[in-house]
C-alpha cells in the first residue's frame, strides 16, 4: 500500500494519456494487494497523526478494535472515533466494490450502468455517487491552484432527488 501512496505524487505532473495508463495501473495494484478505500485511509493516518473529528485536538489515544478497525479516544473532549469518520467510507458495507464503482464513475457511466456493472442496487449507486460526490465538493474549497493547471472535464448530473415518470390515464369525454 505505500507504493500506492508514493505514486499519487508522479500523478500531478502526467498528461491526460499518462493519468488514464496511471489509474488503470493503480486500480489493478489495489487489486492485486486485495486493497479497497478504507485501506488507503489507515495509511493516510498513519502518516499524519489523527485529529479529534469534533475539537481538532492532537491529544488521541488508542481506544481498541472494533471489527478489524482501530477506534480512538480525544483526551480532551472524549469523543470516540475511527480513522474512517468523517469521510464518504464511513459506514460503507461493501467496501471492496467502491474502488470499482469510482472507475465507473469517472468513466462516465449512469448510475444504472454502475449499480449493474458494480452488482449494488441502484438506491446503493445513487448514495454511494453522493457521498462522493459530496467527499469532492468538500475539497474544492481546500485546493488552491497555481502555474499552468490543465483540465479535463466529466460532467455528472447532481441531483437531489430522484425523478418519478408518472402515466396518466387520457379521461374520456
Not at 54 to 83: A, E, P, T, W
Not at 97 to 111: E, F, H, P, Q, T
Request: with cysteine; aromatic share 10%; glycine share 4%.
Amino acid at each position: 500500500m505505500k507504493k500506492i501512496v508514493e505514486n499519487t505524487s508522479k500523478y500531478l505532473a502526467m498528461s491526460k494519456e499518462e493519468n488514464k495508463e496511471f489509474l488503470d495501473n493503480l486500480y489493478s495494484l489495489m487489486n492485486k494487494l486485495e486493497a479497497d478505500v478504507v485501506d488507503y485511509q489507515g495509511l493516510k493516518i498513519l502518516s499524519a497523526p489523527p485529529l479529534c473529528p469534533d475539537c481538532r485536538s492532537n491529544h488521541i489515544i488508542k481506544n481498541g478494535l472494533q471489527n478489524g478497525m482501530q477506534n480512538y479516544r480525544c483526551k480532551d473532549c472524549g469523543r470516540q472515533f475511527r480513522v474512517t469518520t468523517g469521510t464518504f467510507v464511513y459506514r460503507l458495507q461493501k467496501k471492496e466494490k467502491m474502488l470499482d464503482y469510482i472507475r465507473c464513475m469517472v468513466a462516465g457511466k449512469s448510475l444504472r450502468a454502475c449499480a449493474k456493472e458494480v452488482g449494488i442496487s441502484l438506491p446503493t449507486s445513487f448514495a454511494w455517487r453522493h457521498k462522493i460526490l459530496a467527499a469532492l465538493q468538500s475539497f474544492e474549497d481546500n485546493i488552491n491552484f497555481f502555474g499552468v493547471v490543465e483540465m479535463d472535464e466529466l460532467l455528472i448530473d447532481y441531483s437531489e432527488k430522484v425523478e418519478y415518470t408518472k402515466c396518466r390515464r387520457a379521461e374520456a369525454s
